[in-house]
């Protein structure tokens, strides 16, 4: 069956340092990989998302990365700030609009 | 342009009783879908649905429902509470020809049941 996981719940980075935040998926057939964060208190948000044909995808400040060889999934934040803090996930969609999402890493900023 | 708004943001209930849960949209959204989180099984997919009709369906009993209206806002209900169905309950809209995974949660209903 499909799976989403990471490979931690939680992870510290000094402020201004690049975080970088790994997924690694089970479903060779999901057409999207996204990512979410969610902000104590709120719902998710999204931040980037990549297509299966993709190996890597830029935004303002993310990069996500895709290797399909290894079915791993990551999120690099550069010059992390301290409103980066938050729980993030990994989802993965395949053909239809239900999105299934990884446990979450916790992102500690350190000042 | 308003986000996406769900009431009641906390309700509290006891075992057995039902409880209906609303979600609102961002305008000109028709794709709404709910999510249940919870700390021990995380986000999990309750539904989809897309011009009043229901596309997707997630592995939930069938105390599980929900519906959507022609202005494209949803309700989900739960019936018959059980103490596992606290948790927050996340309504997410998407644009119909936006990103593929860019879905747009509201701040969620916390449930808690007693």
């Known amino acids: 069956g499909e799976s989403v996981g990471l490979h931690l719940p939680t992870l510290s980075v000094q402020e201004g340092d690049n975080s970088i935040i790994n997924c690694a998926y089970s479903n060779s057939a999901s057409d999207y990989f996204i990512w979410y964060k969610q902000e104590s208190g709120k719902g998710p948000q999204f931040i980037i998302d990549?297509?299966?044909?993709?190996d890597k995808r830029q935004g303002q400040r993310v990069t996500v990365l895709l290797n399909k060889t290894v079915k791993h999934l990551s999120l690099q934040i550069a010059a992390t700030q301290p409103g980066d803090s938050a729980v993030y996930f990994c989802?993965?969609?395949?053909?239809?609009?239900?999105?299934?999402f990884g446990t979450g890493t916790r992102l500690t900023i350190i000042p | 342009k308003a986000g996406v708004t769900q009431t009641p943001r906390y309700l509290i209930k006891t075992r057995g009783q039902q409880v209906t849960l609303s979600c609102s949209p961002i305008s000109g959204h028709r794709s709404v879908s709910w999510y249940q989180q919870t700390p021990g099984q995380g986000l999990q997919f309750l539904f989809e649905?897309?011009?009043?009709?229901?596309?997707n369906k997630g592995n939930f009993p069938g105390r599980f429902s929900g519906r959507q209206f022609s202005n494209s806002r949803s309700e989900m209900n739960v019936s018959t509470l059980e103490l596992g169905d606290s948790a927050l309950y996340l309504c997410?809209?998407?644009?119909?020809?936006?990103?593929?995974?860019?879905?747009?949660f509201g701040e969620g209903s916390r449930l808690t049941v007693l």
């Open positions: 989802a993965e969609m395949n053909g239809n609009e239900k999105l299934t």
């Open positions: 997410a809209s998407k644009r119909s020809g936006g990103l593929a995974g860019e879905l747009f």
């Open positions: 990549i297509r299966s044909n993709m």
């Open positions: 649905y897309f011009s009043e009709t229901q596309r």
